[in-house]
């Protein structure tokens, strides 16, 4: 039990692959205009680092030490051309919205690193565990961003939800402001480097708020000395 | 007595930086007071906003950072920032480009990087070049000089137009944009562009209304303008002549050389440093004491290679003008220019490898 929690932590938070590891920024980077285009990448991610967890952790006694980096590759690649395969049946405009970087999951970094790391050391139920939290501390930054990119850039949250979750989706669009001048900036890389950039600091000052808070409620306990000397 | 104990270098002056800025800021008024005369009141209304969003941004953030605000706005640094920002952009834009710009260029370009003293880049052309590359059309806008123009706009005039994009008469920015005889204008070094682009010669370009010989109406009045209050500050030290030396020396040679190699392709070197605000970003832009170069051969290096970017990208790039972004492009290079010019130490010696100890 404390183990999962432990990885559920580590995942989501102290661990977080896009905000503290920073792996998987190019895909993280290219597609998070729009929240759904982040869910849908950070969707087929978490699916692939699950299976390619629980793979790699199945196998982890068979394969020798010398070749496991080319096995942990191909297995990765296999997953992520089902998911590839199974975008393009059900979610046919998403994947032509995402375009390359569905294949490019294959190079996420996050995802050979967890089974590399994690994985090839574990049991199976751990491993999968692993890659279902590490995968969603990564589709929460994606959407998080792309929240953020979508507001200043077209003014809408949610455009466009239904290439992902279906017809009835349509309706969860929500239109905070219409600009004949969208913001650009926001769309183009740059302002997802500014995103990104906004985010990891907001984490660390958190982190640090958190720090101090129980930093205080220690200090508490301990015993004040009288100062004797005169203070200068 | 009172000794006095100071470090070198010994300048008898004794100004702070608020003074420096102060002066800096009145040493644009000749250009201002000149780009209203001949582009409308449009000017006034954008400086005005940008004061007021760059103080309001400058305090708010300073006090999020726990500093004393109170004595960073007197710096009037901020203030100065805000000014080269409005001056540059078109003045009749919408009032929400100059706030999100000058927001742009406190916050993220110069008070992230640690406030004043600390920007790696330029804040107004930093923040610029983020309105360029977010909103081409608004600020591609430029009007016509006044005299030439259909409308005739007084100040409540712009103040309607730029919050709400229509004069008081109701006229839209792009009937104001008309010129007497009906056809829209653009800037002088658009005009050239496009001329150049659709097989006119340079010659043939300048026949257009807008110029005057190779000069832009009322252009080259601004850089006139902008021209004296950068020769008062090179005599009152607030600047050294290095830098817009070197821009000015760049742009002139590689614009005299091409203009010899081919008079009917290439504009002449007295078109390139009248036309467009090159003398606005080698007097008050390229020499802001932070984001330069500092040494004095680092200067005339940072300065030559800023006019020879905006040669290049004015001649063969996609934008007329590229003040901005060749001082971005340099601001980058500072770093690695003050390293290889450092100046030799009095007492030591280059040894025979040219190192410095």
């Known amino acids: ?232 | 007595m009172n000794y006095k104990l100071a470090s070198s270098p010994h300048q008898h002056v004794k100004r702070n930086t608020g003074q420096v800025m102060r002066m800096v800021i009145y040493a644009l008024i000749p250009g201002i007071l000149l780009q209203t005369w001949f582009f409308g009141f449009g000017v006034l209304v954008q400086i005005v906003l940008a004061v007021i969003t760059a103080l309001i941004t400058e305090a708010s953030i300073l006090e999020l950072r726990k500093r004393d605000f109170e004595r960073a706005i007197k710096d009037y640094s901020a203030i100065l920032t805000a000014i080269l920002l409005a001056i540059s952009i078109p003045p009749f834009a919408p009032w929400w480009v100059v706030v999100i710009g000058t927001f742009f260029a406190i916050a993220m370009v110069k008070q992230l990087y640690g406030g004043l003293g600390f920007n790696v880049f330029n804040p107004a052309m930093a923040a610029y070049v983020m309105l360029l590359v977010s909103f081409p059309v608004q600020m591609t806008q430029w009007l016509p000089v006044q005299s030439l123009t259909m409308h005739q706009s007084s100040i409540v005039d712009a103040i309607y137009a730029v919050m709400t994009g229509f004069t008081a008469d109701g006229f839209s920015l792009a009937q104001l944009q008309n010129t007497v005889d009906g056809h829209t204008m653009a800037t002088p070094l658009d005009a050239i562009k496009t001329g150049l682009a659709q097989g006119l010669t340079y010659e043939e370009g300048l026949q257009s209304s807008i110029f005057d010989g190779s000069l832009g109406i009322g252009w080259s009045w601004v850089s006139m303008g902008y021209l004296a209050g950068g020769l008062y500050l090179i005599r009152a030290r607030i600047i050294n002549w290095h830098i817009p030396g070197g821009m000015l020396g760049a742009m002139v040679i590689c614009a005299g050389v091409m203009f010899l190699v081919d008079g009917d392709r290439y504009a002449s070197p007295l078109f390139h440093l009248f036309n467009g605000s090159l003398i606005l970003g080698a007097f008050f832009i390229a020499t802001d004491p932070v984001s330069a170069s500092t040494t004095n051969r680092g200067r005339i290096i940072f300065g030559a290679a800023i006019g020879f970017w905006i040669y290049v990208i004015r001649t063969w790039g996609g934008y007329p003008d590229a003040i901005a972004f060749s001082v971005l492009i340099m601001n980058m290079a500072v770093p690695l220019i003050d390293y290889y010019t450092r100046p030799r130490t009095y007492g030591h010696q280059k040894d025979a490898k040219g190192e410095r100890r």
Request: a positive charge; aromatic letters at 8%.
């Open chain 1, 1 to 232: 039990m404390n183990e999962i929690k432990q990885l559920s932590w580590q995942g989501l938070w102290k661990n977080n692959p896009a905000l503290v590891q920073l792996l998987g920024l190019c895909p993280l980077l290219a597609v998070t205009a729009t929240i759904t285009n982040g869910l849908g990448l950070g969707l087929a991610t978490t699916l692939v680092l699950i299976g390619s967890n629980a793979t790699v952790s199945i196998i982890r006694n068979v394969v020798p030490n010398e070749i496991r980096i080319p096995i942990f590759v191909m297995i990765i690649a296999a997953f992520v051309t089902v998911v590839q395969l199974l975008m393009n049946a059900y979610t046919f405009e998403l994947y032509q919205a995402l375009g390359i970087f569905i294949p490019l999951i294959v190079t996420n970094c996050a995802i050979i690193g967890r089974a590399e790391a994690y994985a090839s050391k574990n049991p199976v139920g751990y491993a999968a565990f692993d890659g279902l939290m590490m995968g969603l501390g990564f589709t929460a930054v994606l959407v998080l961003l792309g929240a953020m990119r979508e507001l200043l850039g077209y003014g809408t949250l949610f455009a466009g939800a239904n290439l992902l979750l279906g017809d009835w989706a349509s309706s969860l669009k929500i239109t905070v402001f219409t600009t004949d001048s969208p913001f650009l900036l926001a769309i183009l890389p740059p302002g997802a480097f500014l995103g990104m950039g906004l985010l990891i600091a907001v984490k660390n000052v958190l982190d640090k708020r958190f720090a101090n808070m129980f930093a205080a409620k220690q200090e508490a306990k301990v015993v004040q000395r009288a100062r004797v000397t005169a203070e200068t």
